[in-house]
């Protein structure tokens, strides 16, 4: 089990997922693109200035994150002793490190392909597993805060595993501004026209989504279309949609599949015209649409890096991916959509293009933080030993959380995003046993804030998790069935207190049923097929 004890992340890498064949899901869902299907606003402010859990390693023991600039540098005991005194609980040599930092993520692509692959009755590949994409593709109950920002909800419950625990930390941001009132989009449009997009129906279903796409979007909104195979065509410049949605069905109607796929070609062209139409005051942004399998041209990500990094850097122009195709190149997309500080999902039906296109993209119009990154510090005179599960491509230096010119994620409105810890919690634990710092750049003016939540022994050692909230239950669930089809694959370790596939499968069902989401149906229903798979 990778568990973490003195040692420290040195730096990070960034990576993305897959998408489905029926990019008729994506793009027809594209009609919906933007059209305001937003959650609805709740909860109170907590969302702006310093972290209030800032401060210094104390003698106690008690680790927290780094004072904020122009905070106090004070830090909080876990039992209320005053600072330096012995509780008799700590060991003589303190921990190393007992801090946990990573950039935030909200890609959902390994669920995705992972659902469309065990539903083809197949298992999927374990290096395409990330259990922090199972964990964040599902609803969760956290408040919502008033301005740009975070809230920061921690909670926990036991295992079947003597002395662990599974906590939970959930970070979300305000819905949006709907439809109507938010900004002006600028898209451009990379489509891969290539041979495997001449089987029956999914180039025909790319047509019939961009020209619902088309109808939907608002008229201050422009569009670009580049199609791509062994070569990119522009076959559409920037173009405001008001007075020309007939040119545009006229250039989706011509789309047809010809030869082998070039992705950097089509990348590569798509950013040019990205760049040369850029609109100020408008959110800039590529989508490409593709099985990411490269045949042409260079087939490592390694030539594209540097060109869409510079985009986003010098004109705030962000990747979004799209993945389709039961053969998909996970990898591939994910690193170009990690250098273009967007996201990836998997699409392979047409309600799960409704969601992308639905929630998911018009998250990526507004934006609530840039730069995000989370830190939790644990109290080693309660923790033993903790693992973060999954966020491997998306570990940061713990010194360097404050330093902003380290990269973080991008998060629009409306999103959630939730990670998982494993806890081993010390005998007798009581107290405050983890701090979580969220710190993120305001989206105009870059200005730093910083929010925290803290968790006590008690929520990790009463109920166990599967008498907890039923969106908790959802959440480990996940991380469990995640775990399952990872292990396959080794170099990687059951999760604490894992339950077999059988009673898995139980415990999803009486969620679907309780929670009545079709979304936890899909997860039952994998988790049946993959009990059935793996025998």
Same mark, same amino acid.
């Given at each position: 089990m990778t568990l973490r004890t003195p040692s420290r992340d040195r730096g990070r890498g960034r990576n993305r997922r897959p998408v489905g064949p029926a990019l008729l899901a994506v793009l027809a869902a594209g009609a919906v693109l933007l059209s305001g299907c937003s959650a609805s606003d709740s909860g109170h402010d907590r969302s702006s200035g310093t972290a209030q859990e800032g401060g210094r390693q104390n003698k106690g023991g008690n680790p927290a994150p780094a004072p904020a600039q122009g905070s106090p540098g004070t830090a909080d005991r876990a039992d209320g002793a005053a600072e330096g005194e012995d509780d008799g609980r700590r060991t003589a040599a303190p921990p190393a490190d007992y801090l946990s930092t990573f950039a935030l993520d909200v890609d959902t692509a390994s669920w995705g392909y992972a659902r469309r692959t065990l539903a083809d009755g197949n298992l999927p590949d374990p290096a395409t597993v990330r259990p922090e994409e199972f964990v964040n593709s599902f609803r969760q109950d956290y408040r919502q805060p008033d301005g740009n920002g975070f809230s920061v909800t921690v909670d926990g419950a036991r295992t079947d595993a003597a002395d662990w625990s599974l906590m939970r930390v959930g970070l979300a941001t305000r819905s949006g501004l709907g439809h109507d009132r938010r900004p002006p989009a600028a898209l451009t449009f990379v489509v891969d026209i290539s041979g495997s997009m001449a089987e029956p129906g999914r180039l025909d279903l790319v047509r019939t989504s961009l020209d619902l796409m088309t109808d939907r979007?608002?008229?201050?909104d422009s569009l670009a279309i580049v199609a791509f195979s062994n070569k990119a065509?522009?076959?559409?410049? $920037? *173009?405001?949609?008001?007075?020309?949605?007939?040119?545009?069905?006229?250039?989706?109607?011509?789309?047809?599949?010809?030869?082998?796929?070039?992705?950097?070609?089509?990348? *590569?062209?798509?950013?040019?015209?990205? @760049?040369?139409?850029?609109?100020a005051g408008a959110t800039n942004r590529v989508v490409l649409l593709s099985d990411a399998l490269a045949n *042409? !041209?260079?087939?490592?990500?390694? &030539?594209?890096?540097?060109?869409?990094?510079?985009?986003?850097? =010098?004109?705030?122009?962000?990747?979004? !991916?799209?993945? @389709?195709?039961?053969?998909?190149?996970?990898?591939? $997309?994910?690193?170009?959509?990690?250098?273009?500080?967007?996201?990836?999902?998997?699409?392979?039906?047409?309600?799960? &293009?409704?969601?992308?296109?639905?929630?998911?993209?018009? &998250?990526?119009?507004?934006?609530?933080?840039?730069d995000a990154k989370a830190q939790v510090s644990f109290d080693p005179r309660n923790v033993e030993r903790?693992?973060?599960i999954g966020y491997d491509n998306r570990r940061v230096a713990d010194d360097s959380f404050r330093d902003d010119s380290v990269d973080g994620g991008e998060v629009g409105p409306g999103h959630t995003v939730t990670a998982l810890y494993a806890v081993q919690l010390r005998p007798g634990a009581s107290g405050h046993v983890a701090t979580a710092t969220v710190r993120w750049l305001d989206p105009d003016g870059r200005a730093p804030h910083e929010e925290s939540g803290r968790v006590e022994a008690s929520a990790l050692t009463g109920g166990?998790?599967? #008498?907890?909230? +039923?969106?908790? #239950?959802?959440?480990?669930?996940?991380?469990?069935?995640?775990?399952?089809?990872?292990?396959?694959?080794?170099?990687?370790?059951?999760? +604490?207190?894992? @339950?077999?596939?059988?009673?898995?499968?139980?415990?999803?069902?009486?969620?679907?049923?309780?929670?009545? =989401?079709?979304?936890?149906?899909?997860?039952?229903?994998? @988790?049946?097929?993959?009990?059935?798979?793996?025998g």
């Open positions: 979007l608002r008229g201050d065509e522009t076959r559409l410049p $920037m *173009t405001r949609l008001d007075g020309n949605r007939k040119r545009v069905h006229e250039v989706v109607d011509r789309l047809r599949p010809t030869d082998s796929t070039n992705v950097e070609a089509g990348v *590569t062209r798509g950013y040019d015209i990205a @760049v040369e139409g850029r609109r *042409t !041209g260079t087939t490592s990500a390694d &030539a594209l890096l540097e060109r869409i990094d510079g985009a986003r850097r =010098d004109h705030g122009i962000t990747l979004f !991916g799209v993945g @389709v195709g039961s053969d998909y190149n996970d990898a591939f $997309m994910e690193r170009l959509v990690d250098k273009g500080d967007g996201h990836t999902v998997y699409v392979s039906d047409e309600e799960e &293009a409704r969601r992308v296109f639905c929630d998911e993209l018009p &998250a990526q119009v507004e934006l609530r933080a840039r903790f693992r973060l166990g998790w599967e #008498q907890a909230a +039923p969106r908790f #239950q959802v959440t480990v669930a996940a991380a469990y069935l995640a775990s399952s089809l990872r292990e396959r694959g080794g170099g990687w370790e059951p999760l +604490p207190g894992s @339950v077999g596939l059988t009673r898995l499968s139980d415990v999803t069902a009486r969620l679907a049923e309780r929670t009545e =989401d079709p979304e936890v149906r899909q997860l039952s229903d994998a @988790v049946r097929q993959a009990r059935r798979l793996l």
